[in-house]
């Protein structure tokens, strides 16, 4: 058995990961996305310094076959580790930020990732929801409600990791740049009682005080017999690109760049607002939807 020792590794090497097969095999380990893209910008960063693997190993007293595992993207880091490899190769805090940004990210499925790297660019954001509250808005135990729910056989620390992948997101509200939001809602949003009254009154509690700060809000009332949608989707526009749609069915989710596609959900978008209520009487009603919940809670 071949053991790697490094008092930072985050992703402990697992003895049935490194084993050596019949035939003198030796098993490989999964290339995961962000730890690829991490590795790559360590790469060329190592590269420029004129460093070896060899002697950054040294320095870190770890195996040299561990550092080519970060830049295969095969190992995962600690932030310790990033930031001393940042500091040993010369990016000035590059590597370091990109850790913190993969850390957060590789909590989402990777379809996901379009989308979540594409909000802090954004200066606009156009959803349509059915069925829940957006996860920009959603509070924790509501988070926890939905994904436990779409993800029956992950374990308690994986449903959680997910949770605060998606909470993170929420930064984007915090930043001097945040985008302005036009959130368009079924009603029926609005009165499920998700996770219980309790859960669902602090989540509605949550969205009125979005309202009340930095989100347009439209309520589809459930007497609308014929909305002009029964999808969810969302329009993100920028600055210096083109508007994007974005989809998301029960297993994938995708950005979409077509302009014929675009324009067509950008007329649906107008056309769902018509025959939503006023943002004046949208309000009213959230209003009465929360005081309810708070009774019942």
Not at 78 to 106: C, F, H, I, P, T
Not at 178 to 183: G, N, Q, S, T
Not at 190 to 217: F, H, W
Request: one cysteine or more.
């Amino acid at each position: 058995m071949i053991l790697e020792r490094c008092e930072n590794l985050r992703e402990p090497v697992r003895a049935a990961e490194i084993v050596v097969a019949r035939g003198g095999k030796m098993t490989k380990r999964q290339v995961k996305p962000h730890a690829k893209e991490w590795g790559t910008e360590f790469r060329r960063f190592r590269s420029v310094a004129g460093k070896t693997q060899v002697s950054l190993a040294a320095v870190l007293t770890c195996s040299d076959s561990l550092i080519s595992g970060f830049e295969k993207g095969t190992y995962w880091p600690s932030r310790d580790m990033a930031a001393q490899l940042d500091e040993l190769v010369g990016a000035g805090g590059e590597l370091a930020s990109l850790w913190e940004r993969l850390s957060n990210r590789k909590a989402y499925p990777e379809w996901l990732g379009e989308r979540v790297k594409a909000e802090p660019r954004a200066v606009l954001i156009r959803e349509f929801e059915t069925v829940v509250i957006p996860g920009l808005f959603q509070t924790e135990p509501y988070a926890h409600t939905l994904i436990r729910a779409n993800n029956p056989l992950e374990t308690d620390s994986k449903v959680q990791e997910m949770v605060e992948g998606r909470m993170s997101r929420q930064l984007l509200w915090k930043s001097d740049q945040a985008p302005r939001m036009v959130l368009i809602l079924n009603e029926a949003a609005l009165t499920a009682r998700i996770g219980g009254s309790e859960i669902m009154a602090k989540q509605l509690d949550r969205l009125v005080e979005a309202v009340e700060t930095n989100v347009r809000l439209h309520i589809i009332p459930t007497d609308c017999e014929q909305p002009p949608s029964t999808s969810s989707f969302s329009l993100l526009t920028f600055a210096d690109r083109p508007d994007t749609l974005y989809v998301e069915d029960a297993i994938s989710g995708s950005m979409v760049t077509d302009p014929k596609v675009v324009r067509r959900f950008d007329r649906l978008f107008g056309d769902l607002q018509g025959a939503a209520l006023s943002v004046e009487k949208s309000l009213k009603r959230l209003y009465e939807i929360r005081r309810g919940s708070q009774d019942g809670a």
